[in-house]
Nanobody, 123 residues
Framework: QVPLVESGGGLVQAGGSLRLSCATS????????LGWFRQASGKEREFVAA????????SYADPVKGRFTISRDNAKNTVYLQMNSLKTEDTAVYYC????????????????WGQGTQVTVSS
């Protein structure tokens, strides 16, 4: 198991920013594609962003392009999601995932998942 632990969620007003972090204690983490998914209440989990283990390739879902930035620090075994210009529709539980391939699988069949962190954007 590669435990992934998310942090940084919370309540923010529309237009505000949050930075999510996902950390693991495992060194094998540095060789995985890492990404973020989210699940709003009553909806299916959806892909948000992913970054290859080298950091050289990044993918974003259309709804977050230009507002969210994914990055990683392999020395710290951590992946980040900087979320700017937040909208009420960004409200969801955000999950960190690790995948042994690129591009990251978007069907939920990823190798490892975190427990999730709640992000609530108020109007």
């Amino acid at each position: 198991q590669v435990p992934l632990v998310e942090s940084g969620g919370g309540l923010v007003q529309a237009g505000g920013s949050l930075r999510l972090s996902c950390a693991t204690s495992s060194r094998t983490f540095s060789r995985y594609t890492l990404g973020w998914f989210r699940q709003a209440s009553g909806k299916e989990r959806e892909f948000v962003a992913a970054i290859i283990w080298t950091g050289g390739m990044i993918s974003y879902a259309d709804p977050v392009k230009g507002r969210f930035t994914i990055s990683r620090d392999n020395a710290k075994n951590t992946v980040y999601l900087q979320m700017n210009s937040l909208k009420t529709e960004d409200t969801a539980v955000y999950y960190c995932a690790a995948d042994g391939q690129w591009p990251m699988r978007k069907n939920g069949m990823n190798d490892y998942w975190g427990q999730g962190t709640q992000v609530t954007v108020s109007s």
